[in-house]
């Protein structure tokens, strides 16, 4: 098949797969970017052959980096070859290495974060809702093996798409129509048609990551197998469709768990989740992380395996820290994924109803808010196995001189305790909470049982030691947290 049908059909495939964009006409303005190497010239030469669409609406985009100084000699080089094939053309420098120095990135991501940014402009600039650029077949197979040194998920190893989002600007679409298409038969083109690209010098600089690869790995690579790079495209082709797949099943995962959502928040079912097969509970969190941030990138395995551990095992409370100020809380009845400050509704959590002091029968029970009661009963004798062996945060054993004086209520100013396993040693109530990573919208209604001497359950995490139970014991009194069934 030839270059140019080749790019016909990716082009097409690629466009019409993006109803959310409406249907395409010629009249529609397509980016090209445009560097001046044989990719990018070898793809805007195809596009003024009338490859799908009217050239008179491509515009190509060229970003001068500032790294060489031959970078300003390639500019006007873009712009001239546009101009002699009545192309327009955007041309802009940036100054990348300052950027790099500024965010604290290396030159090669900043550079393509700089990119990014230069394309999505002009795109909304000119109301064009496609960029093209000239990434090949080889192009893949290099991703492929970054993604496989740095560590990757089947969505790395599947390397890059035909078409996708346009990195931070989801309303674009990238497509890459020579994708499939190899560097050699990129060059041949090239030859064939009297076209003389620009050499970019920094591509022999193998103190660039991907030039290493492509300089001293993959001749090695070679010497192995000759035909690696042909079986990594099949690899990428095959993991692709499966991992499509596994994107159909989690989207009905996610609509089975999916419970509510907010600005800066969202709830999963936390039975449902329960039932849910590891490898889709990964993808859940994945998915959970880029609802909320969809632009944050190189999510690692560790924090995501964290996070879903968390959610398969923790008791209610507990809490799992996500990038970029991203947080997992685990409810009574649902896993809240939120940002930093986000306005989430308290619903599945025990809080007070309203802040003050309220008598505990015993036996007998008390409601709190949120559909929550607090349950207590007097104990014949002590069973220390039972009070050892207990695991769950919402049961509590103590030990009361005067059944008829316990209360519930909100904890005081500067209020400090002495938790069980401490020897004595005494500490905030505010600093606990703030350890266990309780939200702070919780903790000014938090239920704590107390005598009227001292605090005995902070509910769901500690007993104070001075009501710690021992085999003198005489008055064990035992309490329960849970939210009513009908609630």
């Not at 490898?279 to 999510?299: D, E, F, M, Y």
Request: glycine fraction near 8%; hydrophobic fraction near 40%.
């Amino acid at each position: 098949m030839s270059i140019l049908n080749q790019v016909k059909i990716s082009l097409g495939q690629s466009i019409l797969r993006q109803p959310n964009l409406g249907e395409f006409s010629e009249d529609h303005s397509l980016i090209l970017a445009v560097s001046g190497g044989p990719d990018s010239l070898c793809l805007l030469h195809l596009l003024c052959q009338g490859a799908f669409f009217s050239p008179e609406n491509l515009i190509v985009a060229h970003l001068n980096h500032g790294l060489r100084k031959s970078a300003h000699d390639e500019a006007a080089f873009v712009k001239d070859f546009a101009s002699n094939h009545n192309v327009r053309s955007i041309i802009k420098k940036c100054d990348v290495a300052a950027l790099a120095r500024n965010e604290g990135l290396s030159v090669e991501e900043a550079g393509r974060q700089a990119r990014y940014h230069f394309f999505a402009g002009v795109a909304h600039d000119s109301g064009a809702k496609y960029v093209l650029t000239g990434h090949n077949a080889d192009d893949q197979v290099e991703t492929i093996v970054m993604h496989l040194l740095r560590g990757s998920a089947m969505t790395g190893l599947r390397g890059m798409q035909i078409s996708s989002p346009l990195p931070d600007s989801p309303d674009l679409t990238l497509i890459r129509p020579l994708l499939q298409v190899s560097r050699s038969e990129i060059e041949a083109y090239c030859v064939e048609h009297d076209l003389v690209p620009v050499i970019d010098e920094s591509n022999q600089d193998t103190t660039f990551y991907r030039n290493r690869l492509r300089h001293e790995l993959f001749p090695l690579l070679d010497e192995y197998n000759p035909g690696i790079r042909e079986r990594l495209q099949e690899m990428a082709i095959i993991l692709n469709d499966d991992d499509s797949l596994l994107d159909e099943l989690v989207g009905r995962e996610w609509e089975r768990l999916f419970i509510d959502k907010g600005s800066g928040w969202l709830t999963l079912d936390r039975m449902g989740w329960h039932s849910t097969p590891i490898g889709l509970q990964r993808r859940l969190v994945r998915k959970a992380i880029h609802t909320l941030l969809p632009n944050l990138r190189n999510v690692g395995f560790r924090t995501t395996e964290q996070a879903r551990e968390v959610a398969s095992g923790a008791h209610v409370g507990s809490k799992s820290s996500l990038p970029a100020g991203l947080s997992l809380s685990i409810g009574y009845d649902d896993l809240l994924f939120s940002v930093e400050d986000a306005a989430v509704p308290i619903q599945n959590l025990p809080q007070l109803k309203n802040i003050g002091v309220f008598d505990l029968p015993v036996p007998g029970r008390l409601t709190l808010g949120n559909g929550w009661i607090i349950q207590a009963q007097m104990l014949e004798g002590v069973d220390l196995r039972r009070v050892l062996e207990n695991q769950d945060p919402w049961q509590a054993f103590v030990s009361v001189a005067n059944p008829k004086g316990i209360i519930v209520r909100a904890r005081r100013l500067g209020e400090r305790f002495q938790p069980l396993g401490m020897s004595g040693g005494s500490t905030k109530v505010s600093r606990v909470m703030i350890d266990q990573k309780m939200p702070k919208r919780l903790r000014t209604k938090w239920p704590i049982v107390a005598s009227h001497d001292h605090l005995l359950w902070l509910v769901g995490y500690h007993i104070d030691e001075r009501a710690s139970i021992g085999v003198e014991s005489k008055k064990v009194l035992f309490l329960q947290a849970h939210k009513e069934v009908d609630a």
